[in-house]
C-alpha cells in the first residue's frame, strides 16, 4: 500500500477520533476545545502538507540519493526483519532528532510550532512545522547508508508519525505496563509541558525506552498537572508567523549582537540562550506559568463563520493534494499561495484585528468572482454551471455577512457574556 493511500485513509480517521474525544470531553465535563485554537493547529498541519509537496525531493530525493550511491549494500524489501529493523532504527533516529529539536536552537525554531498550543487534544497532534524538512532529513541518512530501500524507509516513517497521532489526548490516564515501554498519552502530555519537572522530557515517538536508557524519562504526576504551550507564548493565530516567530528572534539577537561568534553559536545554542550584551539591552520578561490563556473573544456568529470557511479550506486543501500528480508547478504554487493566505486570513480574524474583515471581504469576493467570470478553477478548466454558481452564491453570501459578524463582534466586546464561544 502506498503512502498516499494510507493517508488517504488516515485523515478520515483523524476526524472521526477528533469527533468521538469533543464528545467524551464534554460528556466528561472538560473544556478540551477551543475553536480558534482548533483552527489554528488544523491550519498548521494544512500548510505544512503543502509544503511537504514542494519539499519532498529535498527529504526523501536526498535520502534516495544517499541509499542509491553510497550505500555499500541494498537490503531486501521483501524481508519481515529488514521492515521490523527500519521501524526499530527509525523511531532510535526519530528520538535524536525529536531531542536536539529541543536543545538546538535552529532545530527548535522548526519544532516549535507543535508545542505552541496551550491546549491538548487530538488537533494538536496535527499541528506540523513548514520548515522541519530543512534539515531533519540530515537524521535519518544512517538509515540510507545502511541500506534500507527508500520505500521501506517512507513507510516506516508514516507509521511511526501515524501512531504518534493517538497520544495527543487528555481524555485517556495512565495504561500501567504500557507506559514503561511506550509513549502513551501519559508520557507525551509530559512532554508538551512547561512544568519545570516535564520539561525536555519523554522524547520517544513509539517507544518510550529510548528516554529511560538515555535519561530523558519523566512521569506524569497527577499532584502536578501539566501547563500546555511554550514558555515563550506564541500570542497569535497567523499561521506564518507561528513558523516564523523563533527564527525572527534569532535573527534579530545575532543583529543585535556585538561579538561574531555570538552571531554565529546563538542559532546553535540550547532554546532560550542569548547574548550577555543583548539580554542586558533587550530584556525579555520572566516566564509566568500561571499566565492566561491567549484567547480573543470571538461572538457566536464569527464561531460559526470561521467554522464554515475552515472547512471549506480544507475541502480545497484535499482537492489540492489530489492535484499533486498531475497539476503543473505553476497552478500548483498558485493554489498553494490561495490556501496559505486564506488561513493566514482567518487567523486574523480570529485575533480580532482592525482589518481583518476587509481582507476576508476581499478574499470572498475574489474566490466568488473568478468561479463566475473565468468559468474556471484551480485544476478545473471548465467548471460546470451549477458548480460555478455553488462557489458563486458560498463566497458570495459569505461576503454579505461580514457587516453582520461586524456588529456581532462588537457586541461581544461590549457585553463579553452575551454569547459564550
Not at 540519493?65 to 549494500?73: N, S, V
Not at 522548526?110 to 532529513?137: F, I
Not at 504551550?229 to 525572527?248: D, K, V
Request: hydrophobic content about 50%; aromatic content about 14%.
Amino acid at each position: 500500500m502506498t503512502p498516499e493511500r494510507i493517508m488517504a485513509w488516515a485523515i478520515p480517521a483523524f476526524f472521526v477520533s477528533i469527533a468521538i474525544e469533543f464528545v467524551v470531553a464534554r460528556l466528561r465535563g472538560h473544556k478540551a476545545y477551543r475553536s480558534n485554537d482548533a483552527i489554528n493547529s488544523l491550519g498548521l498541519g494544512v500548510i505544512s502538507q503543502i509544503v511537504g509537496v514542494f519539499t519532498k525531493l529535498l527529504s526523501v530525493g536526498m535520502y534516495a540519493w544517499c541509499a542509491q550511491h553510497l550505500a555499500p549494500f541494498r537490503l531486501p524489501a521483501n524481508s519481515v526483519a529488514v521492515w521490523i529493523s527500519a521501524l526499530l532504527l527509525y523511531d532510535f533516529l526519530y528520538y535524536w532528532l525529536h531531542r536536539m529539536g529541543h536543545e538546538v536552537n535552529v532545530l527548535w525554531a522548526a519544532h516549535v510550532v507543535h508545542h505552541q498550543s496551550e491546549d491538548y487534544n487530538l488537533t494538536t497532534a496535527l499541528r506540523q512545522t513548514g520548515s522541519g524538512v530543512l534539515l531533519g532529513w540530515l537524521f535519518y541518512l544512517p538509515m540510507a547508508l545502511l541500506g534500507y530501500p527508500v520505500e521501506v524507509f517512507v513507510i516506516v516513517a508514516l507509521i511511526d508519525l501515524l501512531y504518534q497521532f493517538w497520544v495527543h489526548t487528555g481524555e485517556i490516564g495512565k495504561l500501567g505496563w504500557f507506559d514503561r515501554v511506550f509513549c502513551s498519552p501519559s508520557n507525551h502530555r509530559a512532554h508538551h509541558a512547561v512544568n519545570d519537572r516535564y520539561l525536555d522530557k519523554n522524547y520517544g515517538g513509539i517507544l518510550i525506552l529510548w528516554d529511560r536508557l538515555f535519561g530523558t524519562f519523566t512521569e506524569e504526576d497527577d499532584r502536578d498537572p501539566p501547563v500546555f504551550g511554550t514558555r515563550s507564548p506564541l500570542q497569535s493565530w497567523n499561521p506564518l508567523w507561528a513558523n516564523a516567530e523563533i527564527y525572527w528572534a534569532m535573527a534579530q539577537d545575532a543583529w543585535h549582537a556585538e561579538r561574531w561568534r555570538d552571531k554565529l553559536q546563538l542559532w546553535f545554542r540550547p532554546p532560550g540562550w542569548r547574548p550577555a550584551d543583548v539580554a542586558a539591552r533587550f530584556p525579555k520578561p520572566a516566564f509566568d506559568i500561571d499566565h492566561p490563556r491567549y484567547d480573543p473573544p470571538m461572538s457566536r456568529g464569527l464561531t460559526v463563520y470561521l467554522i464554515v470557511q475552515f472547512a471549506l479550506l480544507l475541502g480545497m486543501s484535499m482537492h489540492f493534494l489530489a492535484l499533486v500528480p498531475i497539476g503543473s508547478l505553476p497552478l500548483l504554487l498558485g493554489y498553494a499561495a490561495y490556501l496559505v493566505a486564506s488561513l493566514c486570513v482567518l487567523g486574523v480574524l480570529m485575533e480580532g484585528r482592525v482589518s481583518a474583515l476587509w481582507l476576508e471581504g476581499v478574499r470572498v469576493v475574489a474566490t466568488a468572482l473568478v468561479s463566475v467570470l473565468s468559468g474556471r478553477w484551480f485544476g478545473i478548466a471548465h467548471l460546470d454551471g451549477y458548480m460555478a454558481l455553488a462557489i458563486a452564491s458560498i463566497f458570495g453570501l459569505s461576503a454579505l455577512a461580514l457587516p453582520w459578524l461586524r456588529g456581532d463582534q462588537r457586541a461581544q466586546l461590549v457585553h463579553p457574556g452575551a454569547a459564550p464561544v
